[in-house]
């Protein structure tokens, strides 16, 4: 297996511009989550899905984001407008269940002037 | 917030010595994880410890954790240049699959 597959892996955009985070689970995975870390605030949860339905998106922080799974191998992140303060690592993760771990995919480095 | 919190933030050590960090928390969980994140990369899961659990080994690896104490702590015996990286805990909540990480521990091994 692969393991878990982002794209891209690096972003720069303008501010006020769109931008669509991508990413591949692992097969047979039944979770997926949105992490962002920074320096100030750490790794923080921005929405999870269980079975490709979101449970819990909490943590995104504005209507500017939205995030979607709309199959069991697919989910997108998506900031509209971007802003400055939204340039962080986007990380994904997925798990089969809450007893094996969470195996992440190597993030988006986004960048956002 | 179920967010563990590691102690200490930063930690420099002699390679071949042990390393120990520690992660708090703060409500009842279901289990806890360890994860390590070198620089620029994202995060590896090194090992789950369940609540009705103490003492945990994988490799150089042990964990142990006190429920009374709301307490964990990750060894790592005779340590590598290689284990210099963020170490991260992780614990989940009773009726959910997310789970909320600390801030982390840098770790470096000196030569």
């Known amino acids: 297996d692969a393991g878990v597959i982002q794209s891209p892996r690096h972003e720069v955009t303008e501010m006020g511009q769109e931008v669509t985070l991508r990413c591949k689970p692992i097969?047979?995975?039944?979770?997926l989550f949105w992490y962002r870390q920074t320096m100030m605030r750490g790794l923080e949860l921005l929405i999870y899905?269980?079975?490709?339905?979101?449970?819990?998106d909490s943590g995104m922080p504005e209507d500017r984001f939205s995030a979607k799974m709309p199959n069991a191998s697919f989910s997108t992140l998506k900031i509209q407008p971007s802003e400055p303060r939204d340039s962080a690592v986007y990380f994904c993760?997925?798990?089969?269940?809450?007893?094996?771990?969470?195996?992440f995919g190597s993030g988006t480095r986004l960048t956002v002037v | 917030s179920q967010q563990g919190e590691e102690d200490p933030q930063a930690l420099s050590i002699q390679e071949g010595e042990n390393a120990t960090m520690n992660c708090s928390y703060k409500?009842?969980?279901?289990?806890l994880q360890w994860y390590r994140q070198n620089s620029g990369r994202g995060l590896v899961h090194l090992i789950l410890?369940?609540?009705?659990?103490r003492e945990k080994h994988s490799g150089r690896l042990r964990v142990t954790l006190d429920t009374s104490k709301k307490s964990s702590s990750l060894l790592i015996t005779a340590s590598r240049a290689a284990d210099t990286a963020s170490y991260f805990c992780?614990?989940?909540?009773?009726?959910?699959?997310?789970?909320?990480f600390g801030k982390g521990t840098r770790l470096h091994i000196l030569p």
């Open positions: 410890i369940r609540s009705n659990e």
């Open positions: 899905f269980n079975n490709n339905v979101p449970i819990d």
């Open positions: 993760a997925s798990s089969r269940d809450r007893f094996g771990g969470y195996t």
């Open positions: 992780a614990t989940d909540g009773d009726r959910d699959d997310k789970i909320i």
């Open positions: 097969s047979g995975h039944n979770s």
């Open positions: 409500t009842s969980i279901n289990n």
